[in-house]
């Protein structure tokens, strides 16, 4: 039943996404504007790609809930925390007005609510002294928890923009996910983890190569607070789960954003929260894609735009498979989170200074570089 309705979801969003892309065009609304230090796309795009994958997923959560007549009440509050987390990011995505402190502090609530009415609580890091310190002090952890949530959706929001990126690194991150709450027998997170993973691939059809459609803000925020949900109540519900196992298998946004505030921080504190073409992935599409040709039209641009975000496949799937293998692991897990931190300083370090490794020079791009015209 859950791999059928899995399906429906997947075809659903598939069809609400094309959907969604004829409506923005017609009424012109959540268009991504083409100006700015992080903007690599050169044609007419909306960011409402998390309405899609909202409505299919809730829809089919709540479909196969009243189905099967059970995990009915979770699924329904379930959706009551996912709205303030999306409704805030739908209102950036339209209005342009939602500020950045606004969607954290909206997300919050959504893990606040997570905390009261799915009993979410992140009490457990396995790191000593600090683990029976948040069970003795509940409001220390409740913090914690309010923190967590924000922080990985912002993170995933960081990395939306690139055609593939985001959409493909959630969909590795629900599907291990699924994969470990399978293992422990945790019906609710597998199917929630399974839904979020189908309705996000039936986004990417459209997102991916071509760019059709971005996630936006509300579908950032909304699959990165469902990342940080099912995560905390894996390990909260299953002692054996390693808290290290989702913090590995979400190192890629979330220390891309702990290095750039530190990066922008040396300039000054003010400076913390201002975008700029500097992460890892903006990196790679400047000087590495770069180096296939220079972009001289949009069909080009969009194309090195989705060569881009092959790299940062690879990425994902390298924190994925160990995280997978050792998920109930700590030791074993923090040894990787520690190499990924230092492997993402060689390489950014490498970029900066134009030392572009080898292995990076290689790509399909360089059969089309032949096709362009002269400068």
């Known amino acids: 039943m859950l791999i059928l309705i899995a399906l429906v979801a997947l075809v659903s969003s598939v069809w609400l996404t094309h959907a969604t892309i004829a409506v923005a065009r017609h ?16 044609h007419w ?41 999306f409704g805030i990011g739908l209102m950036e995505d339209i209005t342009r007005r939602a500020g950045v402190l606004t969607r954290l502090v909206l997300t919050m609530v959504s893990a606040a609510l997570g905390w009261w009415l799915l009993d979410a609580k992140l009490l457990r ?36 923009g690139y055609n593939g990126l985001s959409g493909f690194f959630v969909t590795v991150v629900f599907l291990s996910l699924a994969l470990v709450a399978w293992q422990v027998d945790d019906v609710f997170v ?35 607070y469902l990342i940080a949900l099912l ?16 913090l590995l298998l979400v190192m ?13 921080a040396r300039h000054g504190l ?5 975008p700029d073409a500097l992460h890892l992935h903006s990196l790679i599409f400047r000087r590495v894609v770069k180096h296939y040709g220079v972009a001289r039209g949009c069909e080009y641009r969009t194309r090195r735009n989705a060569t881009t975000s092959l790299y940062l496949w690879l990425v994902a799937l390298l924190c994925a498979v160990p995280a997978l293998v050792f998920w109930d692991q700590s030791h074993m897990l923090i040894v990787f989170c520690a190499a990924f931190a230092v492997s993402y300083g060689v390489i950014y370090r490498k970029l900066v200074l134009f030392r572009i490794p080898r292995l990076m020079t290689r790509s399909p791009l360089k059969r089309t570089e032949r096709t362009l015209p002269p400068s």
């Open 45 to 85: 795009v909306p960011r409402l790609g998390g309405v899609p994958i909202f409505v299919a997923l809730t829809t089919s959560l709540l479909i196969l809930a009243w189905l099967t007549q059970t995990e009915v009440n979770t699924s329904l509050a379930l959706v009551v925390c996912v709205l303030p987390a």
């Open 252 to 264: 890629h946004p979330v220390w891309e954003t702990l290095f750039s505030m530190y990066r922008r």
């Open 125 to 160: 890091l396995d790191i000593p002294y600090v683990d029976s310190f948040l069970v003795t002090y509940s409001a220390a952890a409740f913090v914690l928890t309010l923190i967590a949530a924000a922080g990985i959706a912002h993170a995933v929001n960081i990395i939306d």
């Open 231 to 246: 995560s905390i109540l894996l390990v909260a519900r299953h002692p054996e789960v390693s808290p290290w196992f989702p």
């Open 190 to 224: 597998c199917r929630l983890a399974l839904l979020s993973a189908a309705s996000t691939i039936g986004f990417l059809v459209w997102n991916f190569p071509s760019g059709r459609i971005f996630l936006g803000d509300a579908g950032a925020y909304l699959l990165g």
């Open 270 to 274: 003010s400076e913390m929260g201002r």
């Open 27 to 42: 009424h012109g609304l959540g268009v991504d504007e083409g100006v700015g230090v992080q903007k690599v796309h050169s």
